[in-house]
């Protein structure tokens, strides 16, 4: 009889051990259990720490409550201003309600994940490629927002989303290298061109100090001279007026020719020749005139004046002044015959 009490109590002390270890169950501190009785949905959600379900009729299901890190895999689309592109992007988040996440979704993870991709997608089609290099932090509050408002009904909180990555292809990357080329190039002039209207300025002021001070300017090229020579080379520098050169050149080069033309005698000139030449024609006419004359005085008083008075004879030589101008005057050319090719020598 003893026999038997100790074998039904060893026996229900091992149900009862067995019954323990099938209903007892741990929930970890960032986990929360959700039990389902017979299919049905408790509303107490066990939280962590140790608790026991009913074997074989209770279901204990655990929901991680951390934030999770979802990478979304790239996603190509074609912005509004028709480039093609690849963008990749994170998703932070977590659950907020445990019994939400198991019964109103399937699997929350891969819907979260469906919903980033659709609304990757879509961010891209609606944006233009500036906003996706330079204006992120916006898309990605646009981004947060369609990706939470269905995400709430399945008792899920979307944290944060970050674009990570921005692939661009090759031609688009070497015109935005090229544009960003030439605005550091225009830069560059901007700012050489304001230094030298600076420098300019500061040269004027010192080319006044300069000039009311002369010396000043030989004490400068003093310096000059030193700063060149105190890096040990054999080669001395010293300016040069630039006025200097250009005197030079000019004496250097030839004076144009003018063209050769034979020179013409001035209008006095002529006139002394015209009146040379008309004293000899008057001599002649006066001479005729007397010999035409009839003599009404004697032949004594004839021969007397005839003897004491020297005969007048026409010049036949042109005199030394008529001569000298003569000489002054150009060669007159001689006329020349264009049938037979020959110069008419004895023609006037």
Partial sequence: MIEELVAAGVALGSVGAVYVMAAARVVKQYERGVVLRLGKLRSEVRGPGFTMIVPFVDRLQKVNMQIVTMPVP??????????????????????????????????????????????????????????????????????ELMIDSPAVEWGVSIDRVEIKDVSLPETMKRSMARQAEADRERRARVINADAELQASKK?????????????????????????????????LVLPF????????????????????????????????????????????????????????????ESSHESSSEPERSVPSAPSMAEQSLREQLPPVPEPFDLDTGESKSGQV
């Fill in 74 to 143: 790239g996603q190509e689309g074609i912005t509004r201003d028709n480039v093609t592109v690849r963008v990749d992007a994170v998703v932070y988040f977590k659950v907020v309600s445990a019994a939400d996440a198991v019964i109103r979704v399937e699997d929350y993870r891969f819907a979260v994940a469906q919903m980033a991709q659709t609304s990757l997608r879509s961010i891209i089609g609606k944006s233009e490629l500036d906003d996706l290099l330079s204006n992120r932090e916006k898309l990605n509050q646009g981004l």
């Fill in 203 to 235: 040269l004027a002021e010192a080319a006044g100090v300069m000039s009311d001070q002369p010396a000043a300017l030989q004490l400068r090229l003093l310096q000059t001279v030193v700063a060149v020579a105190a890096e040990k080379n054999s080669t």
């Fill in 241 to 300: 007026p630039v006025e200097l050169l250009r005197f030079l050149e000019r004496a250097q080069q030839p004076a144009p020719r003018a063209q050769e033309q034979p020179s013409l005698p001035s209008p006095e000139l002529f006139a002394q020749l015209q009146k040379l030449l008309s004293q000899p024609q008057q001599q002649l006419s006066e001479a005729k005139e007397r010999s035409a004359e009839p003599s009404s005085e004697s032949p004594s």
